[in-house]
């Protein structure tokens, strides 16, 4: 089982609609759970972390996290064309050498105009 | 302002040759990382550095060497380079250790022929 899995993709939804998008993890232990964004050719840039259980709102982006089910997602409000590009998911899992960061395939998304 | 930066922005080279990677982070965090992002776009982590020490090295060939001579800057060394080698390599930074949000830098594409 891969430690943090995604939805490749793609997943295409109109402009002004709401893209949801999931991510499932394997560490139950996991204490840090984050969503990057990158666009091609682009280095992931952060767009939220959630440490807690429940939903966390930033602007158009909710995160929402569930630690029983081992689940984490993020909803874009309002989808633009610009937010068309590839959405990392991110876990802190434990290691050899304590905590360490394991990146989601990731999840392209489309919006169309 | 740029917040982490690398050198060379691309580098292309010969199978056999030895090439350095630079990396510098004006955000005062006292954690760093190397990252490889291959052709298929999974980003995986190679090493990180906690206040210029060591804390997580992935297995990783012992071609690649980090070194960290203060904790704003960690370069990495790759000797006898390979074809596989090849993709793109991310410097991130995060303050409190490898719990925290990361920060990436630009970004290397270095392309072994």
């Known amino acids: 089982q891969k430690e943090v899995e995604q939805n490749s993709g793609p997943l295409s939804v109109p402009e002004g609609a709401i893209a949801s998008l999931n991510c499932t993890y394997s560490?139950?232990?996991?204490?840090?759970f984050f969503w990057y964004r990158q666009y091609s050719g682009k280095s992931p840039e952060l767009i939220m972390s959630i440490y807690s259980n429940g939903d966390k709102e930033d602007g158009r982006f909710t995160a929402q996290l569930n630690k029983a089910s081992q689940y984490v997602s993020l909803l874009i409000r309002d989808s633009q064309p610009s937010d068309s590009a590839t959405y990392l998911c991110?876990?802190?899992?434990?290691?050899?050498?304590?905590?360490?960061?394991?990146f989601g395939a990731g999840t392209r998304l489309f919006v169309k105009a | 302002d740029t917040a982490v930066s690398q050198t060379p922005k691309y580098l292309v080279t010969q199978m056999g040759n030895d090439k350095s990677i630079k990396c510098e982070q004006n955000l005062g965090h006292d954690t760093m990382y190397w990252y490889k992002q291959d052709s298929k776009k999974f980003l995986k982590i190679m090493f990180s550095y906690n206040n210029k020490e060591l804390i997580i090295n992935e297995t990783v060939p012992n071609r690649f060497s980090p070194k960290s001579p203060d904790k704003a800057h960690l370069n990495l060394h790759i000797n006898s380079l390979e074809l596989g080698d090849s993709a793109v390599y991310f410097c991130a930074s995060s303050q409190g250790g490898t719990t925290y949000e990361q920060y990436f830098g630009p970004g290397t594409r270095l392309t072994v022929t």
């Open positions: 991110a876990v802190n899992t434990r290691g050899t050498g304590g905590f360490k960061t394991i």
């Open positions: 560490d139950r232990g996991s204490q840090s």
